[in-house]
């Protein structure tokens, strides 16, 4: 069973930044696609970027131009920088891992436990 981990998660300032990271372990060598998905309460769960093993990205276009997803396939690792955070990105950021997964169509196996971002002055 693949298990992964958040981190990152916080308080910040409009205009502000963040890295979450979400390490996976198990059987991780299985992963192809991973992805941050978030949700805000009384909202549903949205995707916010997601990343193929060979590095091809997908980003919502509330993140395009703020956040940057990466990957890191020797640590089994994916990570969010978030840069000019607004208000609006507060949420429960969780990732998510699958082993045939498109990063288009989503169906992702596996989900980590999330971690909360807040941001506000």
């Known amino acids: 069973q693949v298990q992964l981990v958040e981190s990152g998660g916080g308080l910040v300032q409009p205009g502000g930044s963040l890295r979450l990271s979400c390490a996976a372990s198990g059987p991780a060598s299985s992963i192809t696609a991973m992805g941050w998905y978030r949700q805000a309460p009384g909202k549903q769960r949205e995707l916010v970027a997601a990343i193929t093993s060979g590095g091809t990205t997908k980003v919502a276009d509330s993140a395009k131009g703020r956040f940057t997803i990466s990957r890191d396939n020797a640590k089994n690792t994916v990570y969010l920088q978030m840069n000019s955070l607004k208000p609006e990105d507060t949420a429960v950021y969780y990732c998510?891992?699958?082993?045939?997964?498109?990063?288009?169509?989503?169906?992702?196996?596996?989900w980590g436990q999330g971690t909360q971002v807040t941001v506000s002055s």
């Open positions: 998510a891992a699958g082993a045939r997964t498109s990063i288009y169509t989503g169906g992702y196996a596996y």
